[in-house]
Nanobody, 115 residues
Framework: QVQLVESGGGLVQAGGSLRLSCAPS????????IRWHRQAPGKERELVAG???????NYADSVKGRCTISRDNAKNTVYLQINNLKPEDTAVYYC?????????WGQGTQVTVSS
């Protein structure tokens, strides 16, 4: 069973930055894509950013220009850097790794942005 270990969440003031980490128990190159989603209280889970096997990236409109998804091959880790954090970024952030017929989720890491 693949495990995704997330870290890096916390409490930060508006305007600050955080870097979230996702470390799969298998090589990141064994997945078609790795994505970050978030779920705020009372809201549906939404896609924040993704990176494909080939390195292509995509972002939700709500974070474009403030967010960078990247990977460190040597550390087998995918990162989500979020700058200029806003209170509306408050959510549980989940790492999601996809293969053709399989879909894995991490346990989530809480990000709270105070105004």
């Amino acid at each position: 069973q693949v495990q995704l270990v997330e870290s890096g969440g916390g409490l930060v003031q508006a305007g600050g930055s955080l870097r979230l980490s996702c470390a799969p128990s298998e090589s990141i190159f064994r997945f078609n894509a790795i994505r970050w989603h978030r779920q705020a209280p009372g809201k549906e889970r939404e896609l924040v950013a993704g990176i494909t096997y080939g390195g292509s990236t995509n972002y939700a409109d709500s974070v474009k220009g403030r967010c960078t998804i990247s990977r460190d091959n040597a550390k087998n880790t995918v990162y989500l850097q979020i700058n200029n954090l806003k209170p509306e970024d408050t959510a549980v952030y989940y790492c999601n790794a996809l293969r053709t017929r399989e879909d894995y989720w991490g346990q989530g890491t809480q990000v709270t942005v105070s105004s």
